[in-house]
T-cell receptor, first 113, second 115 residues
Framework: GENVEQHPSTLSVQEGDSAVIKCTYSDSASNYFPWYKQELGKGPQLIIDIRSNVGEKKDQRIAVTLNKTAKHFSLHITETQPEDSAVYFCAAKRPLYGQNFVFGPGTRLSVLP | EAGVAQSPRYKIIEKRQSVAFWCNPI?????LYWYQQILGQGPKLLIQ????????DSQLPKDRFSAERLKGVDSTLKIQPAKLEDSAVYLC?????????????FGSGTRLTVV
């Protein structure tokens, strides 16, 4: 089955700096990769996603890149702000299973003022 | 639009007791999911419903966990009897259907502590 790894597990950056979180997946048939942000006491919230036919996608300060050959994808946050502090999860969707996701273990991002 | 509603928010029970969680998905969402999130880990899918039918329950510990979605709307997840390792946040999510990413929304979860 699909396995998703995520690094680093914790990340601290100064406000205004960039943050990068990387994920790898094992099933080459996976075709959809969302990123979720989870704040304390809340459910995960989708922040950006990418499909396997696209190499890069950007939404304001957030971007995601996908390398299908290497089976890895990354989240890039620029000009970080204190409100970006949260736990971030990457996920991969297994084909033929609707929106049944396999999640990575998460990265705790701390943006220091 | 209203989000995915879950109750209760918190529950503390002793091991071997029973517990039930309730989820009300976004109106019109045909697909409903229950995830288990152990502290420090990513969510793990327990069961997926399409309307009131089960699509995937391969990771549901069926000897103690059960779930139902009557009338294709609300859903309940039950644990009987609970074990210490069941302590986790139980997240419910719903989506419009099979299309990637469209309307996939999580609730705030129920935090279960088994003592």
């Amino acid at each position: 089955g699909e396995n998703v790894e995520q690094h680093p597990s914790t990340l601290s950056v100064q406000e205004g700096d960039s943050a990068v979180i990387k994920c790898t997946y094992s099933d080459s048939a996976s075709n959809y990769f969302p990123w979720y942000k989870q704040e304390l006491g809340k459910g995960p919230q989708l922040i950006i996603d990418i499909r396997s036919n696209v190499g890069e996608k950007k939404d304001q300060r957030i971007a995601v890149t996908l390398n299908k050959t290497a089976k890895h994808f990354s989240l890039h946050i620029t000009e970080t702000q204190p409100e970006d502090s949260a736990v971030y999860f990457c996920a991969a969707k297994r084909p033929l299973y609707g929106q049944n996701f396999v999640f990575g273990p998460g990265t705790r991002l701390s943006v220091l003022p | 639009e209203a989000g995915v509603a879950q109750s209760p928010r918190y529950k503390i029970i002793e091991k071997r007791q029973s517990v039930a969680f309730w989820c009300n998905p976004i109106s019109g969402h045909a697909t409903l999911y229950w995830y288990q999130q152990i502290l420090g880990q990513g969510p793990k899918l327990l069961i997926q419903f399409q309307n009131n039918g089960v699509v995937d329950d391969s990771q549901l510990p069926k000897d103690r966990f059960s779930a139902e979605r009557l009338k294709g709307v609300d859903s309940t997840l039950k644990i009987q009897p609970a074990k210490l390792e069941d302590s986790a946040v139980y997240l419910c999510a719903s989506s419009t259907g099979w299309t990637d990413g469209y309307g996939y929304t999580f609730g705030s979860g129920t935090r279960l502590t088994v003592v």
